[in-house]
């Protein structure tokens, strides 16, 4: 079958190794196996890299420092941090699980887009962008290749791996898989400039009880004037949505939401919840997208009106695409739970060691936010980067196999670039054994991870 469509669709390229997705997974993956001299073709829908980092406008790092995570997503803190286009809280130490609020790290997308391209183009990584990926070339379970889609038509590229990390598990789903669905709230996030923020944290100081508070959980922030996110507003919330500003139902009930980012005046909003959505149905993407747009504009509007601070502000631009948590979730080897976090089980086969203070859930039928503590550090196994039944395909990033709870702390951007390292560490092993990734021995991916910097 695979002969019969290569003779109908032309391979353009034949390399060791494709990763479909230019996210922080998948530029992880595809760095992490082109440092190890194999080659490397890296699949990209858009026109930039960064996926939902960049795309959707949700330029924040959880503290990688903190998070304890070393290699590459390291070394793009570092470089965002040299560039001057990092911003950060002032915590010194683990609080949980309020410093981990207080102490994100928001940066500068232009600058994020421009040292991902400067790290691939160093790793010597072929990148081919405006490419959707709508077929894989599997047989019997064995991948070898993906069918793509551009603006040259449609064409096959061949591979000993393929490794996904289209967070939607697309891949993965097309080479027959097995895989749950799972959902959370989707959110639209867009950048305001010219806020005052000495008045902002002047509201903050009159009315101490409006900032960082929850209404079902208390308080979960402790001081605006160490904070990388800013959050409350309750009232001035409540005021809006009852004159009609703001529609009732869909402001998180965190308040109004933003990240201070590195240049002054500016700020992030991540406040939305758009819920019952199913992100892999276009016409409910669609739909959630256009809500998106009217909801960002009615925010705006009420930041201007309501909020000190806020009222010389201008929106500067928006992600091009809705933030999405949760779509496929792969069955692999080894699902990995809830309890294995919080019980901080050990694995002989683990690829990510990191500490993050909590799960990250948003209900999909109300978008109401509720977490589990972690105390942390916790493994991340290799087998749940292994899906059930197909060889040479590796997954990575929020589609790796987990639980639904899992997923609330896994799928956060740096441990999304540590699954992907260790898929791309792994992958180049696989390659020059010529054996299928399920056959890469622990041994040999532990020494590769660890003499890319990376520590377990």
């Known amino acids: ?18 990763v479909v997705g230019a996210g922080p997974a998948g530029v992880s993956a595809a760095i992490a196996a082109a440092r190890e001299g194999v080659s490397v073709l890296l699949i990209e829908r858009y026109g930039i890299l960064g996926g939902t980092l960049a795309a959707a406008m949700v330029p924040h790092f959880d503290p990688i420092p903190l998070i304890g995570l070393k290699g590459i997503p390291r070394e793009i803190y570092d470089r965002l941090k040299r560039e001057g286009a990092l911003i950060e809280g002032f915590a010194e130490k683990i609080e949980m699980p309020y410093t981990f609020w207080e102490t994100g790290s928001a940066f500068d997308p232009e600058m994020f887009k421009l040292i991902l391209l400067e790290m ?17 070339l599997a047989k019997e379970g064995n991948v070898c290749g993906v069918i793509v889609e551009n603006k040259s038509g449609r064409q096959a590229f061949k591979a000993k791996v393929v490794i996904d990390a289209t967070g939607d598990g697309d891949v993965a789903a097309l080479s027959g898989a097995q895989f749950e669905k799972g959902y959370m709230a989707l959110t639209p996030c867009f950048r305001i400039g010219n806020v005052d923020l000495e008045k902002v944290f002047g509201y903050f100081k009159n009315v101490p009880e409006e900032f960082g508070s929850h209404p079902r959980l ?69 739909e959630a997208e256009v809500k998106g747009r009217k909801l960002m504009k009615a925010v705006f509007d009420f930041a201007k009106k309501y909020v000190p601070g806020f009222e010389n502000a201008y ?10 948590r949760e779509t496929r979730r792969i069955i692999g080897d080894y699902v990995l739970t809830l309890e294995d976090i919080q019980n901080e089980r050990k694995f002989d086969d683990a690829v990510v060691r990191a500490k993050w203070a909590h799960t990250d859930i948003h209900d999909p039928k109300s978008g ?32 790796i196999s987990t639980t639904h709870e899992a997923l609330g702390s896994v799928r956060i951007a740096p441990i999304c670039m540590a699954t992907g390292q260790a898929a791309g560490a792994a992958s180049s092993i696989a390659v020059k054994e010529n054996v299928s990734p399920r056959k890469v021995t622990i041994q040999k991916l532990h020494t590769v991870l660890k003499k890319q910097g990376v520590e377990l």
């Open 1 to 18: 079958m695979i002969d019969d469509i290569t003779r109908q669709i032309p391979v353009v390229k034949d390399v060791d190794i494709i």
């Open 120 to 136: 691939i183009e160093e790793a010597n990584v072929k990148l081919l962008l405006h490419s959707l990926v709508v077929g894989s």
């Open 218 to 286: 208390g308080k979960y922030m402790q001081d605006y004037a160490r904070s990388c996110i800013i959050a409350g507003f309750h009232k001035l919330v409540k005021d809006a949505i009852e004159n009609g500003v703001l529609p009732p139902g869909y402001i998180r009930e965190t308040g109004f939401n933003f990240h201070l980012m590195p240049r002054k005046g500016e700020v992030c909003v991540n406040t939305l919840s758009i819920f019952n959505v199913d992100a892999l149905n276009a016409f409910e993407l669609t």
């Open 315 to 324: 929106l500067i631009d928006s992600g091009f695409q809705i933030g999405v």
């Open 368 to 399: 109401k936010w509720s977490y589990s503590l972690i105390e942390g550090p916790y493994d991340i196994p290799y087998r749940c980067l292994l899906p059930k039944n197909v060889e040479n395909l590796l997954v990575s990033g929020r589609c």
